[in-house]
């Protein structure tokens, strides 16, 4: 079956830091960049980092520079985002997702609050 699976989310305090994973199956995710994308309640999606294939190159957002970081692991079939320095405003579902497939993971819950 051709998915993605994020983990990781959870409820941490503003300063903290979260590790979200994507973990594909049923198709080489090395072949393809990948992106988190989160989307905070009553909010459109926001995109957030990339990483090309092969892991090379990474793109962030304003909102993301500085504190979150994208990896990915293609033997493990397997991406990451660290995030450093959570702030309320990252409170959302982050998505993992592969733009050349429309393939999206069901997302995992980030809660930044005291």
């Known amino acids: 079956e051709v998915q993605l699976v994020e983990s990781g989310g959870g409820l941490v305090q503003p300063g903290g830091s979260l590790r979200l994973s994507c973990v594909a199956s049923?198709?080489?995710?090395?072949?393809?960049?990948m992106s988190w994308v989160r989307q905070a309640p009553g909010k459109g999606p926001e995109w957030v980092s990339g990483?090309?294939?092969?892991?090379?190159?990474?793109w962030y957002a304003d909102s993301a520079k500085g504190r979150f970081t994208v990896s990915r692991d293609d033997a493990k079939n397997a991406a990451y985002l660290q995030m450093n320095s959570l702030k309320p405003e990252d409170s959302a579902l982050y998505y993992c997702?592969?733009?050349?497939?429309?393939?999206w993971g069901q997302g995992t819950a980030v809660t930044v609050s005291s």
């Open positions: 997702t592969l733009e050349a497939l429309d393939l």
């Open positions: 049923g198709f080489p995710f090395g072949s393809y960049d």
């Open positions: 990483i090309n294939d092969g892991g090379g190159t990474t």
